[in-house]
Structures are given as C-alpha cells and as structure tokens.
C-alpha cells in the first residue's frame, strides 16, 4: 500500500536522523555515567557494619546503575524531543502519522523482560547468600500459631551452630527494647554483640508489631505479638550504630530506639561479666519519662495515647545521649 | 434520527424533560441529585480536590514539625493522627473520588454514549463520598480524636483504643472506609458496565480510546479487589467494637492475615490509581505532539496485563514482616513482571512524542512532568520489588518518596493535565496559559524538592511515621519541608486560574485543540444527554495526520450542521 510506504519512510526518516555512530557514542557515554553513578551508590549507605550489608549495597550499586541507564535513555529522549521538535507558531500541520513499529516494540519488550530476568537473578542469588550466611532462610520462620514457651521443633537444614554464643532474647514492648542473654544473667537496653560472630536472636513482642532495624546492619525484621522469631546476621565491623523500631507502634513509635555495640570478642566477655554484677536498675526510657512528666504537668497531652510500660530494670543501661555512627 | 438513538433514549415522558433543571448553564445542578454523568463527574472532581487541599494541609502541618529534630510543633499523638487522616483523606477521598470523577464525565462522551449505564446509581455512589468523608472528618472532634494507626491501620495498634469508648477515632475510620469500599463498588460496576454495553456503533475495542481501556482495566481491579479491603474493614471493626478476634494475637487471632486482606486490595489499588492516569498521557500526547498514539493495541492490552499482574503481588509490602523466605522470592519475581507492561506503555508515550510536533502547553507540560516523575518511580519501584534490598528500605522514607512520586508526581500531574486539557470542553471556555505554566513549574519544582531528599534519607535508614528523629537527618528533612510548603503555594495560582477562567475565560469552541474524539464533535460544555445523534465511529482513535474522518454522521445534530 502507497500509505503504508510513506509512513515506512517517515519512521526512517525519523529514526536516521541520528547516525547510528551517534548513538553508539551517546550510549556509551549513558553507560559511563551510569556506571559511576553505580559506584557513587554505595556513599550513600550508612557504614557497612555486617556481612549482609556487602551484599546488599552490592545489589543497590548494581540496580542504580542500569536504573540510571534507563532514565537518562528516556528522559535524554524525551528532552530532545521538547527542545528540538517543537512546532512553530503558525504551523498547524501534523507530525508524521506512525502508528506503530514491530520491530522496536519487539525489541523495547525484550529488553526489559531480560533486564528483569537479569535483576531478579541478582537478586535472588543475594538473598540466598544471606540466607546462607544466616538462618533467617525459609524454614527458619516458625510458622503460625507457635508461641513463645512451645518446645523448638528440629529443622532438617539447620545448620549446627559453630557459635559459641546462645541466641540473644530481644523483647520489644510499647515503647522499649531489651535484651537479655540468658546464659550470662545479663539483662541490658542496649545491644552488645561480638565481631565477626554470627549473632542469632529470638525476636518476641509483648503488645504490638515492632520492627527490629539496624541501618548499618541493613537487616530489618517484623516482629509479631505471639510468635518468637529466629533471626541472625553476623557484623564484621566494631562501632556504635543505631537500633530502630521500624514497624509503627503507635504514640511514642519514633522515640522507640535504642543503640548497637559491636566489639572484638574479649570486650565482649568482659562486658557480659562485668554487667552480670551490676543491680538492676530503671534504664532512661523516653516514652514513659515524656508520658510521665506530661500528665504531671500541665502541658496538654493531644489524642489519646496508650500508657508506655515502665522502664526495663535491667543490669546494664545505656543513653540516648550516648554517640553513634 | 438512527434507530440506535431511539433505543438509547427512554421512552419515560418524565427522563426527557429532565434537561431543563439540568441545563448547562444552571450551576444550581451541581448540589443536586442530578443524574446526569457530566453533573456527577464535576461533583466528584470539585469534592475530592477541596478534600486534597485539606489533605495537603495536614501534609504542611507535619512537614512543620519535621523541619527539626525534636517532637515539638505538635504532640506526638496529633501527629500520628495527621499522617494517619492525611493518608486516609489523599487516597480515599481525594484520589479515587477524583478519577471517578474523570472516567464519570469522560468515559461516555468518549465512547458515544448518551449518559452511564445506571444514572441513578451514579449519583448514588457520588453522594456517600460526602457522607463518610463528613464521618471521617467528624473523627477529628470526638474524645481522644481520630485513628492514629497509619492508614493501614494494622492491628494490634489499630486495636488499642487507649479511650474506652465505643465511637472512637478507629471505629469511625472504620466505617468511613467501608463506606467508601461501598461506594467505589457501586461506581466500578456501573463504569464497567457502561464500557462493555454502551459503546457507539462501530466503536468496537481497537477503536476505542486508551483512556476507556485504562478505566476499565482499573474498575475490573475495584470488582475484584475491593471486596477483600471491606471485608478486613469489616472484621477488625467487629474486633474492635464487638470483641471478635480475628485479628487480635492475644485471644488467638492473626495479625498478619490482616495484612493479607489489606494488602490484597491496596497494592492492587495502586494501579487503580495509576491507570487512568496512563489513560491520560495517552490521550494528552497524541494531541500536543501531532501524532498517533504510539503501538496503540500494544498499549491498551498491557493495561490488562497489569490488572491481571497487579492481584498477584500484594506480598512485596510485606517483605519484611512475619512472612516465609519461598513467599518473599514468588512474590519478588511477580513484582518484577509488572514493569515489563508498564515500560511497553512507557516506551510508546515516548515515541508518540518523538518527531512530533510539539506544542507546550499547560496540559502537555504535566504530562510530561507526570510521566518524568513517574519514570523515576518505576524505577525506584522495581529497586523494592528486590527482597534483599528491600528489606533495608522497608518501612523507611525510601519507600515514602517512591510512592509520593507516583500518586503526587505522576497521578496528581496526570490530573492537572487532564483538568487543563478538557477544561474548555467542561466549562466552555479557555484557561489562562500564564498562569497554568507557573503553577506547573511550581509544582514540578515542589514535588522534586520534597520527595527526592527522602530517598537518600531512607536509605540512611529514617523509618517513616516518626514525629522526632535523629539530628543527622536534619539537613535533607528541612529541604523537603521548604519543598513541601512550596507545593502547597503552587494550588494557589491553580485555584485563581480555573475559579476566574470559568467565570470570564475566553469562550472555547467545540475543539480548541484540533483533537480527535468523539467529545470534541459535540459543544463545549456538551449538551445533556450529549449527543443529538449517536455517533456512528468508522476510524481508530488517534488519526492524526490521517485525515480520516473519526465518524459517519454528525453527533451534534442538525443545529451544528
């Protein structure tokens, strides 16, 4: 058909404008740049505190590249398009009538299904390896219905434990966090855990959902009211970073954090030792000490708000006003 | 007169006389029980927006407080209540009312109907956003004040009640968004319904516009999804008021089943949002570029591919939380998958614009923003459909940027894109070009300014929903406050634009933008029941440079002739 010649022409027209070499050269300057984008990625993580973190900012560098690739291929297109296609005043004419074009929506089909194929790869392989490196791997969930108490069913997988330390008990409640290691008589708010050990937890919430976060950790885990919750990772770098609850709790949800020390297994020993003799004390508690002094003094207290739990008498008590990476 | 227009007509001596009350020129109408669709679809449009400025407001009042560090602005109870309401308000009575609005005065007039398939019906579903849009507000002024449980509104929080009351803030959000459920129901089976049955002679699927396909693909979504988010309203309404326990661990229920059910509908919802807004770009830019949409029948069947993708990838909102390693690997190949139809989709938008001949107009100027910040999106949002990564962002202000890209960037660009387009065709007249231009640049500057600074602080690893943080946040949170603030500026010159055009524009002809569609053979605004004839259609939409002519006969009657 003559209609269909034309518009055949027309797409030539348009899509020979630039020179195939000009392409050539605009993509492989998209893939530099993207390529240090790619690179820029991993300065804008918090420190890389534990062996997940690697992988995890590995996988983000890698996705914010070809991320970057994509959106300055279109955005450079459509920029163009605005800049240098725009019609003039009096011109009522309109542009070429192309409806359409096997060969590129093949192509512009294909792509993406190979770049998905090739993420979720990535992606999963990712996720297995910290399912290797941890045992927060499938059949490590406990499935609904267990509750804390109910005796640990065996799992067929589970890797024997080549730690020397028992799983940390970490109780969550509205609104603070401590942890308890049970083989050492140690109750604390503030987490200590050993570098270059894999630290494994028992995750248990006595109110509502909270979220166990650690950004330099870049794990993060739900933790559900009547359910215990095997999780572990191993950090390999020694610091003070901070713990978040990242599942929204309710009124004093935001103040709910608390800080991280990683330390070589020695101080870690002589911390445990050391807080075992320490009495018990009321730990610095934001929520109840804010709730507190609210209905005390006149200041209006808003909305409603649920009674925070008294702060935790634990051995070892730590500082909002302590430092932090 | 065609046989098919007598058909359509009813034969009710009363329905014919109705046009007198509802003459165009009767602004009375619009606090009426009108039944016409044009009358509804204003309604919708003007309620919801008045809704999305109070929603913006509670927005502005939450970026004071964030603009330090410390919880000092407001308690931290009103401001879980602010995000809570402010979530609440943009989706369920600013968003989906919105585009409810669109597809009611849009959809006939595009396929050559007369009015929606159940008008009664129509102006039902319309007149409950009011209602519990009233009980959703009236939650603000009862003891203890409204829901402060996000506006997911995941139990146990959710079921806390600190006050003791029966009628507290989460029992009457509760109803409001069942309500609302209702409501959206009533709409989809009527929109979905007129697609299918009421299409003009010779509008068969292909030769219908983009935009009808996305409202259905999305209103299918509704049917289908909608009735899984009621029932979970339902249930942990009975749980809260009644002492059920469903959801409440403590007397053996299941907190996560409640994220099922919640999340089975609202990430769906996403798309329900999002559609039509794909529907406009593929309307706007054929327009403002000269050309043919382009890969047409590809464009419109990935819309039903995403309807179809998005019921299977709900489980990527909860990566993080009390689900399975196999769960989070399924569902983070199925997330993937859906970008393969939207980048199609992306592509083409491209493409139709390239070697046009383009006109920047307002309405083209947010399409391309909209579709500029939605590029952004897609691609942040295929970062989250990765488990690994996301278990990092989950929960944090990633996330909230990533979203607020889409329903602000690209879903609330669309619709001032959409408003701008058809405004002559609502009103009759013309809009101010000036004005229009700044409110875009305002507003593509605010949204930019507030939402980018929140990926980096996400990845920093700020959760979202925190009314005090830590000081190292500080920096980027005061540049999305200034950006946040500027946003709520850029409605201003919006409102003074349309408020003064509709009342002293420039008269607008029946197509001011030589577009192709059967709205645009009829009078600006078009007269009730909208077509003196019904079309018969004989060419695909979208013939620009053809000069092929879209129908056989003239739609608007002899008057016209």
């Known amino acids: ?325 | 007169m065609s046989d098919a227009s007598v058909e359509v007509r009813s034969p009710d001596p009363q329905a014919s006389r109705q046009p007198e009350p509802g003459a165009p020129d009767n602004w009375r109408r619009f606090f009426t029980f009108s039944t016409d669709h044009k009358v509804i679809g204003i309604q919708y449009i003007v309620t919801a927006f008045i809704f999305f400025l109070f929603g913006g407001l509670l927005a502005m009042v939450m970026r004071g407080e964030l603009i330090t560090p410390e919880a000092d602005l407001v308690d931290r109870t009103v401001y879980n209540g602010l995000f809570t309401m402010h979530g609440t308000i943009m989706l369920f009575m600013w968003t989906f009312p919105m585009l409810n609005g669109l597809a009611n005065y849009l959809v006939p007039l595009m396929i050559g109907a007369r009015d929606m398939a159940f008008p009664r019906l129509n102006a039902a579903a319309f007149w409950m956003v009011p209602v519990f849009g009233i009980i959703l507000i009236a939650s603000f002024f009862i003891p203890g004040g409204p829901s402060q449980s996000g506006w997911w509104a995941y139990p146990p929080v959710s079921l806390q009640n600190p006050t003791g009351n029966l009628i507290n803030g989460q029992a009457l959000w509760l109803l409001a968004v069942a309500l609302s459920g209702v409501s959206s129901i009533m709409g989809a089976v009527n929109i979905v319904t007129t697609i299918f049955r009421m299409r003009a002679p010779g509008m068969g699927w292909f030769k219908m516009p983009a935009f009808c396909w996305t409202v259905l693909s999305a209103q299918m979504i509704q049917l289908i999804g909608l009735p899984a988010l009621t029932a979970g309203a339902v249930m942990l309404l009975l749980d809260l008021t009644v002492g059920t326990s469903f959801f409440d661990p403590t007397r053996g229920g299941d907190p996560v089943l409640y994220q099922h059910f919640f999340w089975f509908y609202s990430h769906p919802a996403v798309y329900v949002i999002v559609l039509p807004i794909f529907g406009v770009f593929s309307e706007v830019f054929p327009v403002y570029a000269r050309k043919p949409l382009f890969g047409y029948p590809v464009v419109v069947v990935s819309s039903l591919m995403i309807t179809v993708l998005s019921l299977v990838v709900w489980v990527h909102h909860m990566f993080a939380s009390g689900t399975p390693g196999w769960m989070r690997m399924l569902f983070m190949f199925t997330t993937m998958a859906i970008s393969i139809p939207t980048g199609i989709k992306v592509f083409a938008w491209v493409a139709t614009v390239w070697g046009g001949k383009l006109r920047l107009t307002t309405a083209m100027l947010f399409a391309l923003g909209g579709l500029s910040t939605f590029l952004f999106a897609g691609i942040t949002g295929i970062m989250l459909s990765s488990a690994p990564f996301d278990i990092h962002v989950n929960n944090t202000y990633f996330v909230v940027g990533h979203f607020h890209y889409v329903i602000n960037g690209a879903v609330v660009m669309g619709f001032y894109a959409a408003i701008y387009h058809w405004f002559p065709k609502m009103t009759g007249r013309m809009y101010y070009e000036g004005l229009g231009k700044l409110h875009f640049a305002l507003t593509f500057i605010g949204i930019n300014m507030i939402f980018l600074p929140m990926h980096p602080l996400g990845l920093l690893g700020m959760p979202r929903r925190v009314a005090s943080y830590d000081p190292e946040f500080a920096f980027l949170n005061v540049i999305a406050s200034l950006g946040g603030f500027l946003l709520g500026v850029s409605t201003l010159p919006f409102i003074l634009n349309m408020l003064s055009s509709w009342n002293q524009g420039e008269k607008a002809g029946n197509n001011p933008w030589r577009a192709i569609g059967l709205e645009w053979l009829v009078s600006s605004p078009p007269p009730h029941e909208n077509f003196e004839e019904i079309p018969v259609v004989v060419s695909p939409p979208y013939g620009y440079g053809s000069n092929e002519p879209l129908v056989s006969n003239n739609p608007a009657g002899e008057a016209l002739a």
């Open chain 1, 1 to 325: 058909m003559n209609t269909e010649n034309q518009r055949t022409s027309d797409l030539n027209r348009v899509l020979n404008r630039r020179s195939i070499l000009g392409l050539t050269a605009l993509a492989a300057a998209n893939l530099a740049i993207s390529y240090w984008m790619g690179q820029q990625a991993y300065s804008w993580m918090p420190p890389q505190a534990s062996a997940e973190s690697v992988l995890v900012d590995k996988l983000f560098s890698f996705m914010t590249a070809i991320g970057t690739f994509i959106f300055i291929g279109v955005i450079g297109t459509l920029l163009y398009s605005v800049v240098f296609q725009r019609a003039a005043k009096y011109d009522s004419t309109d542009g070429p009538p192309i409806e359409g074009n096997l060969w590129l929506e093949v192509v512009w089909t294909a792509v993406p299904i190979m770049l998905i194929i090739w993420i979720g790869t990535v992606s999963y392989s990712t996720y297995d390896q910290m399912s290797l490196l941890s045992p927060f791997a499938p059949q490590e969930m406990k499935t609904p219905g267990t509750v804390p108490g109910d005796k640990k069913e065996s799992v067929p997988g589970d890797p024997e434990p080549t730690q020397t330390f028992a799983p940390i008990e970490v109780h969550s409640r509205q609104w603070a966090w401590e942890f308890r290691y049970p083989e050492d008589g140690v109750s604390s708010t503030e987490l200590h855990l050993p570098v270059n050990q894999r630290a494994r937890f028992k995750l248990t919430s006595e109110d509502v959902l909270h979220g166990f976060f650690v950004p330099a950790f870049r794990v993060k885990q739900d933790i559900v009211p009547g359910r215990e919750i095997d999780f572990s990772f191993t950090p390999i770098r020694e610091g003070r970073y901070r713990l978040r609850d990242s599942e929204y709790s309710g009124t004093y949800f935001a103040a709910n954090q608390t800080n991280v020390v990683v330390e070589s297994e020695e101080e870690y020993r002589q911390w445990l030792l050391a807080a075992a003799q320490n009495p018990p004390t009321a730990a610095e508690n934001v929520a109840f000490e804010s709730f507190s002094r609210a209905v005390e003094g006149s200041i209006s207290l808003g909305w409603a708000t649920v009674r925070p739990a008294p702060a935790p008498i634990v051995n070892y008590t730590s500082s909002e006003k302590d430092s932090y990476e």
